[in-house]
């Protein structure tokens, strides 16, 4: 099954204390994106990756890190998670950027306190 | 269930009826958008997309409407079901840029 998997759907931690959350995707894809979604304030980009190695901020990088080292992963990095980071994730994958519609995780709700 | 927005407009209606949800964007250049589906503790699933050439079209029991004149779309859903309960948002792209601007979504509860 076509599929994007982020991992955990659900993560509880403490100011400061680093974290991944992984995606993958099976569809051959060369686009990624991570957003969070934030009541009230949408969908917003973090970072995207039009392919292996190639990286770039979206709207709202601060706090975050990214790699795309192979083509069908690309974790988000939060080197020292603040509360303010507390948030529903989801990563995405397209065919292309911008002409293709996106397959989305499932999402992961990270909670710092 | 996943919480994906406290102050999100609401559209209830019955089930049989047809839903109408509106989407007005700003930016002229958009060129591309998608109608994305976002169930309870679910990430967003696409559902149908318009090139800016089209005025109209059409799925399976939807149908999406764009009127470029007044930066307006539609999504307009046949015969509402319960299944159809779920946040729905528009997201525009412009001259396949890098990101697509996600609207702020509508709520749809369907009545029984």
């Known amino acids: 099954e076509a599929q994007v998997t982020q991992n955990p759907r659900y993560l509880i931690t403490v100011t400061g204390k680093k974290l991944t959350v992984t995606c993958s995707q099976n569809m051959n894809h060369e686009y990624m994106s991570w957003y969070r979604q934030d009541p009230g304030l949408g969908l917003r980009q973090i970072y995207y990756?039009?392919?292996?190695?190639?990286?770039d901020k979206g709207d709202v990088p601060e706090g975050y890190k990214v790699s795309r080292k192979e083509k069908r992963n690309f974790p988000l990095i939060l080197e020292s998670p603040s509360p303010n980071q507390t948030s529903l994730y989801f990563c995405a994958s397209s065919l292309g950027q911008g002409a293709w519609g996106y397959t989305f995780g499932s999402g992961t709700r990270l909670t710092v306190v | 269930g996943e919480s994906v927005g406290l102050h999100l407009p609401t559209l209830s209606v019955q089930e049989g009826d047809n839903s109408i949800i509106n989407c007005a964007y700003s930016n002229s250049a958009s060129d591309y958008f998608i109608w994305y589906k976002q169930e309870s503790g679910k990430g967003p699933q696409f559902i149908i997309d318009i090139r800016s050439n089209m005025d109209k079209r059409q799925g399976q029991r939807v149908t999406v409407l764009l009127n470029k004149t007044v930066k307006h779309l539609s999504l307009q859903i046949a015969a509402t079901q319960p299944g159809d309960s779920a946040v729905y948002f528009c997201a525009e792209n412009a001259n396949y840029g890098q990101n697509f601007v996600f609207g702020p979504g509508t709520r749809l509860s369907v009545l029984p």
């Open positions: 990756s039009m392919n292996v190695e190639v990286t």
